[in-house]
C-alpha cells in the first residue's frame, strides 16, 4: 500500500494543487447545476397560480472534500533570546525521534481512498497510500496504514474522500528522546483545523518553556487573535492580537514573552479568514535535571460541564518524594479551571476510578473566580487511573496536569489531559510510533457500551468486541484486551448513556502523554438549495 519516490511526490503534488485551484470552481458548478435542476423541477410539478401549494426545494448531496490534518512541529530547544514572543531553535539531543502513523479506512463497498503524508511549507510528498483499484464486496471495509514515518518538521495528513463521504482517517504523532533537556514522551493527534479553540495547562515559570504553534494548512491566510487568562484574571498584552499566518505558514510563539510567571495559563486561539490549528509545546527543567515533556492539545470548549479521562496517578507517597527535592514542587498533580466569563464558577467535582467514586476531602466543591484560572489539587488521590466529571452554574474548560518520576535525582514526566468530547460514532485512535497504547473510558451518568474493532498493522480488520462500561467507573483496555498482534488502530463506537474517553500513551521509564479521542465520522450531508428573488 505504500508508495515512494518521485511517483509519489509528483502524484501528492497533481492532486493538493488540483483541490486547492478548482475547490472552489466544482463548489460553484455544482451549486450552479443543483439551482438549474431545482429550476426545472419546479416548473414542472407547481400548481397553478393561487392553489397555494407550497413546494419544497429539493435536497441536493455535497460532495465530500479531502480530509486534511496537521501534525505538530517536532519538539526543539529555544535558542537566543526567549523573552521574546518570536521562537528560534536548536538541535535537541542525539537521541530525540520523532515520527508519525497514519490509519485510513474507506466506507463500506467502497474502495481505499489515497491519503499523503507530505511537509506542511512547500508541499513536500513524505509517503502515501495508494488508492484502492477495486471496490469490495458489499458490507466489507478496507483500510491502509502507514506506521513510524521519521519527520522532522510540521506536516499534513491530506485523505480522499471514500465515495460520497469523507475518509475515515487520523494520523499522530510520537517524539521521544532519553537524553538532553527535552528527554522524555510526548504525543498528539493530528489535528483537523479550525476557528475557535482552548488550550490550557501551560507553565511559563522559571524552568517552563510553553511555545504555542499556530498552523494554516488552507489556502486562505488566517488573521489570530490570542485571549490569555491566568490566576489573578484576563492578562492584557500586547503582540496577541492580528497575528497573520500565511497559507501552509506555521507561527511559533513563545508564551513567556505575554504571560510570564504563570503556572496555569490558558490560551484562547481565534482565527478569522482561514482555519488554523494549535498545539502548545511544553518543556520543563529542574536545574539539571529535565522535568517532562509534552504537546497541550486543545481542550473542549468552555460548558457547564466538562469530563476528563486518562488521568493516571502516581502514589502520594511517590509524589511527595520527588516534591522534597530542590525546584521539584510543582510535580503535585492539579486541575486547571479556567473560567471566561464576569460570573464566579462553583465547580462540583466527582473522581471515578476503576472500582467506583472516590471521596473527596471537603465534598469536592470548588470556588474558582470569573476570569481566572483555578488550580483544584489532586495530590491526595490514591495511585490509579481516573475520570473526572465537573459540573458548575457557568461556562468553563478543564484539564488535569500531572506528573511522573522514578527515583529522586532522575527525570521526571509531564503530562497534561485536555476535557473529552462526549463519544458517538466511529471515532479512529491511532497506536503512536514507539510507545504503548491503552484506551480509558468512562459512563458518568449510566451504564453504555462501546463497540470496538481493531484494525491490523496489516490492515485487516479485525472482528467487532462489544464492551461494557459500568456506570460511574473507569475502566482502561489496554491493546490486547481490543485487538490481537499488532494493533495499528481502533475504531471506537459509543452506544447507550453518555461515554467519554481518551488515549493513555506509555514509554520508556515514567514516560506518559494523554490524547483526546478524535472527532467521529461526520457521514454524507445534504443541502436544500431554494431560488428566489
Known amino acids: 500500500m505504500e508508495r515512494s519516490g518521485e511517483d509519489t511526490r509528483s502524484a501528492a503534488r497533481g492532486r493538493r494543487q488540483t483541490r486547492r485551484k478548482t475547490a472552489y470552481t466544482v463548489s460553484s458548478g455544482v451549486v450552479l447545476m443543483a439551482a438549474a435542476g431545482a429550476l426545472i423541477t419546479a416548473g414542472a410539478v407547481a400548481a397553478p397560480a393561487g392553489s397555494g ?26 535558542a537566543g533570546n526567549v523573552s521574546g514572543t518570536d521562537a528560534e531553535y536548536s538541535p535537541v539531543s542525539e537521541s530525540a525521534a520523532t515520527a508519525v502513523s497514519l490509519v485510513v479506512l474507506g466506507a463500506a463497498g467502497s474502495s481505499l481512498p489515497a491519503a499523503d503524508l507530505s511537509e506542511l511549507d512547500g508541499g513536500k510528498a513524505l509517503a502515501g497510500l495508494k488508492a484502492g483499484e477495486t471496490a469490495p464486496l458489499a458490507g466489507t471495509r478496507l483500510a491502509g496504514v502507514l506506521q513510524n514515518q521519521s519527520v522532522g518538521t510540521v506536516t499534513a495528513l491530506e485523505a480522499e474522500p471514500s465515495g460520497k463521504t469523507p475518509a475515515t482517517a487520523n494520523a499522530v504523532l510520537g517524539y521521544s528522546a532519553t537524553d538532553g533537556d527535552l528527554a522524555g514522551l510526548a504525543a498528539a493527534n493530528c489535528q483537523t483545523p479550525g476557528n475557535d479553540m482552548w488550550l490550557l495547562g501551560a507553565r511559563t515559570t522559571v524552568g517552563a518553556t510553553a511555545v504555542l504553534r499556530l498552523s494554516n494548512p488552507s489556502v486562505t491566510p488566517a488573521t489570530v487573535d490570542l485571549d490569555l487568562h491566568g490566576s489573578t484574571g484576563r492578562i492584557e498584552t500586547g503582540g496577541s492580537r492580528g497575528i497573520v499566518i500565511a497559507p501552509g505558514e506555521t507561527r511559533s510563539i513563545i508564551l513567556a514573552g505575554l504571560a510570564a510567571n504563570e503556572e496555569a495559563a490558558a490560551v484562547r486561539v481565534r482565527s478569522s479568514g482561514g482555519p488554523v490549528t494549535a498545539v502548545i509545546e511544553q518543556s520543563i527543567l529542574r536545574g539539571l535535571t529535565p522535568g517532562g515533556v509534552e504537546i497541550i492539545e486543545p481542550t473542549a470548549a468552555p460548558s457547564p460541564r466538562q469530563v476528563i479521562t486518562g ?28 473560567v471566561p466569563g464576569s460570573t464566579d ?23 474558582v473566580p470569573a476570569g481566572t484560572v483555578g488550580k483544584i489539587p ?31 535525582g532522575e527525570r521526571v514526566e509531564l503530562a497534561v489531559a485536555p476535557a473529552d468530547a462526549r463519544l458517538g460514532s466511529e471515532h479512529l485512535a491511532v497506536a503512536v510510533p514507539g510507545s504503548s497504547s491503552a484506551l480509558v473510558l468512562t459512563a458518568p451518568d449510566g451504564a453504555a457500551e462501546v463497540r470496538l474493532r481493531a484494525i491490523g498493522a496489516d490492515g485487516n480488520l479485525q472482528p467487532e468486541k462489544v464492551v461494557a462500561v459500568p456506570a460511574g467507573r473507569t475502566l482502561t ?8 498482534g499488532e494493533v495499528a488502530g481502533v475504531l471506537v ?11 493513555l500513551v506509555t514509554g520508556e521509564g515514567p514516560g506518559i502523554s494523554v490524547l483526546p479521542l478524535p472527532e467521529g465520522s461526520a457521514g454524507s450531508r445534504s443541502a436544500q438549495i431554494g431560488i428566489g428573488y
Do not use: M, W
Open 493 to 503: 463506537t459509543a452506544v447507550g448513556e453518555a461515554v467519554y474517553g481518551a488515549q
Open 345 to 367: 464558577a462553583v465547580v462540583h467535582l466527582r473522581v471515578f476510578g476503576s472500582n467506583g467514586e472516590v471521596q473527596i476531602p471537603g465534598g469536592g466543591v470548588f470556588s
Open 477 to 484: 483496555l489496554k491493546s490486547a484486551d481490543i485487538g490481537s
Open 378 to 408: 489532586l495530590a491526595d488521590l490514591p495511585e490509579g487511573t481516573y475520570s473526572l466529571d465537573l459540573s458548575s452554574d457557568v461556562a468553563f474548560t478543564a484539564a488535569a496536569v500531572f506528573s511522573r518520576g522514578t527515583e529522586p
Open 311 to 338: 488521568v493516571a496517578l502516581q502514589s502520594p507517597e511517590t509524589i511527595r518524594k520527588l516534591a522534597e527535592q530542590d525546584g521539584h514542587g510543582s510535580v503535585a498533580s492539579v486541575l486547571n479551571v479556567a
Open 53 to 78: 401549494i407550497a413546494v419544497q426545494p429539493p435536497a441536493t448531496e455535497v460532495p465530500a472534500g479531502a480530509l486534511t490534518a496537521v501534525c505538530p512541529q517536532p519538539l526543539r530547544l529555544l
